[in-house]
């Protein structure tokens, strides 16, 4: 740690009591004039010695950013702990620097690090979750999430990717690291199988609906030979790449990495296996967070946290429901104006994901032209992209297709970033399991909302921003990303990306459709204590969606509780601060100008964009 003021000092090591869920976003109007001045190294060190603690707890992590092991430790040989003890212990930390950080704000600090001390301390909230319910587990991406095994997401779905595709070997040392973090993979299987067992206990169960689809991913990861699994397979690839490593080396590590699999791993994925055998007996069939012990409280958390909103269950229901009638009606607009007048949205929108010139052919063949699509779709717009935003992202995207492993409870699409140095590119995954689930007319929104502009325009502009520090590099705002996202499908359309396209429009507008009827279903099943069922109907008739899609959508809302709001009402949030901007700037509005004040800053809470937006206003019209 850097040298530090007394007072700051103080701060770093004070460790408080109760935390306060809710992050202060304003000085405390009564502190004393003659307080101490912190400086931004002071600020610095203190934000440091948090980050430095989050990432010991996530090597995963320190992995899929490339960090220097010589400032953050060795990680490559380590996975995270995600037994009762190592989750408790990560909450403890993280708790503990939240209140470091809230008490930080109690000094004089300018604009600049108050804003940093502000975002720090949301965070640090983010990853401490909910003090009153504890199972589940704290995710890198979605923080407090409830089920550590389902049928989306989870350790045992999130290590083994990063394992496959971010765990580089390019000598001998990386290899025997990633041969000792496949012992360690199978001794977290075991930890997760512990976390299990003991929110089970305490009356948290996987709902029901939920089992059969996690219960296939899990029999599924052990079907193949171990010298066929695609973690010995991805090593061997590796190690013939390595060309520092000679052919005979490499035959040994790829057998010890076979036999590791075969006598740890399986072993262990087995005993999980056999554990959720067990509680699928046990499991309800009430599929919303309100039926497991604490879960109404934990439903308010997530909408804080994940919808980054201070509004009731109540009022976001009713918001989506206008939304969905005003989006509605315009798609009708549009379904009569192309000569489709016959039956609900919704039956002509499933009319329309039927027709062959709107499918890509189910084959390898038809698959990589979808693919190719994509791509095209990437370069057009990043053509027109300097007209929208003055600050664009070096760093590519490539698209790429789901894992075949992974694809049945994998969502449509979504995206990961690039490493932080950017000599691995993001990337934009798309679920290609079902190609009628995928119909031409939508693929336009989905690339704009994953890639460009939307979450790789975001990130990859987020994590170039070296002075905000590690930690809010990699923020997961979820309301700020995913709304931000939705904004950049709307921004698309105002592009010009769909003229001569009423289809494509309409494809635009169902996904539209899509996250306001989210914020029904949400809030219908965590809230109102709708069934799995009830939520299948509204949302099919909602979305005109397929039922192969609709189906997993609405398992996906069961397992992560509140994550759907961010998109909307996010969305609503930038549209909102837009349309004000403009009319109080009028001719000195810059659209470019703009973006650069939502994006650059990095992601933080809805709240902390609206003041910015506010001083960006003011400065603006003195000009």
Not at 116 to 138: C, M
Not at 450 to 455: C, K, N, R
Not at 489 to 502: F, Q, R, S
Not at 578 to 587: I, N, S, W
């Amino acid at each position: 740690m850097g040298k530090v003021s007394m007072l700051a000092a103080g701060v770093l090591l004070a460790i408080m009591g109760c935390a306060n869920e809710t992050a202060s976003y304003k000085k405390n109007e009564s502190t004393m004039e003659t307080q101490e001045v912190v400086s931004r190294a002071d600020v610095a060190a203190i934000v440091e010695q948090y980050t430095k603690a989050f990432i010991h707890h996530q090597p995963a992590m320190a992995t899929s950013l490339k960090l220097d092991s010589a400032e953050y430790g060795e990680y490559s040989n380590r996975l995270p702990d995600y037994s009762v003890d190592g989750m408790q212990a990560m909450q403890i930390d993280m708790t503990r620097a939240a209140e470091q950080l809230k008490q930080l704000q109690q000094t004089k600090l300018n604009d600049k690090d108050l804003l940093h001390v502000q975002v720090n301390e949301v965070i640090a909230r983010y990853y401490a979750g909910d003090s009153v319910f504890h199972a589940g587990y704290i995710d890198t991406w979605g923080g407090h999430l409830p089920y550590i095994v389902n049928q989306i997401s989870g350790p045992l779905m999130d290590v083994p990717g990063i394992l496959q595709n971010q765990h580089e070997v390019n000598s001998e040392s990386e290899a025997k690291a990633y041969l000792s973090r496949l012992s360690a993979f199978a001794i977290m299987v075991d930890q997760v199988n512990e976390k299990v067992l003991s929110d089970a206990k305490q009356g948290v169960i996987l709902p029901k609906p939920l089992f059969p689809n996690t219960l296939s991913y899990l029999t599924g990861y052990t079907k193949p030979k171990a010298d066929e699994h695609v973690l010995v397979t991805s090593f061997a690839q590796k190690l013939s790449d390595a060309q520092s490593i000679d052919a005979s080396t490499r035959k040994e590590l790829t057998q010890v990495a076979a036999k590791v699999v075969e006598q740890q791993v399986y072993s262990a994925f087995e005993r999980v296996t056999k554990t959720m055998q067990t509680l699928e007996k046990q499991a309800s069939n009430n599929v919303g967070i309100w039926s497991q012990p604490n879960g109404e409280g934990f439903y308010q958390h997530a909408i804080t946290y994940l919808a980054d909103s201070d509004m009731t269950a109540q009022q976001i229901h009713d918001i989506g429901q206008a939304e969905v009638t005003r989006i509605t009606k315009r798609m009708d607009e549009i379904l009569k104006a192309n000569g489709y007048t016959q039956g609900s949205v919704s039956d002509r929108m499933k009319r329309l994901n039927e027709e062959p010139r709107f499918l890509f052919a189910d084959s390898d063949e038809g698959r990589q032209a979808l693919l190719d699509f994509l791509e095209g779709e990437i370069k057009t717009i990043n053509d027109k992209a300097p007209q929208y935003f003055s600050t664009l992202p070096p760093q590519k995207v490539e698209v790429k297709r789901i894992p075949v492993e992974v694809e049945a409870g994998a969502p449509g699409g979504y995206y990961y970033g690039p490493s932080l140095d950017g000599s691995r590119p993001g990337v934009f995954a798309i679920n290609l399991k079902d190609m009628k689930a995928v119909p031409s007319f939508g693929l336009k929104t989905l690339t704009y909302h994953e890639a460009v502009p939307g979450h790789h325009f975001q990130i990859a502009l987020n994590m170039l921003q070296t002075d905000i520090g590690l930690m809010r590099q990699n923020a997961s705002f979820n309301g700020y990303i995913e709304g931000w996202a939705l904004y950049s499908e709307l921004l698309a359309y105002e592009m010009g990306m769909y003229e001569g396209d009423p289809f494509g429009d309409l494809g635009r507008l169902q996904a539209e459709a899509y996250r306001a009827a989210r914020l029904v279903v949400d809030t219908g099943l965590h809230y109102k204590k709708w069934s799995r069922q009830e939520a299948i109907e509204y949302f099919a008739e909602a979305t005109g969606s397929a039922m192969s899609d609709v189906v997993p959508a609405i398992d996906r809302y069961i397992a992560w509780p509140g994550q759907a709001l961010g998109y909307k009402l996010g969305m609503l949030k930038f549209e909102a601060l837009r349309k004000e901007a403009q009319q109080a700037l009028g001719d000195k509005f810059d659209m470019t100008s703009f973006h650069d004040e939502i994006l650059l800053k990095g992601a933080r809470p809805l709240a902390l964009v609206e003041q910015d937006i506010a001083r960006w206003v003011k400065k603006h019209q003195a000009m």
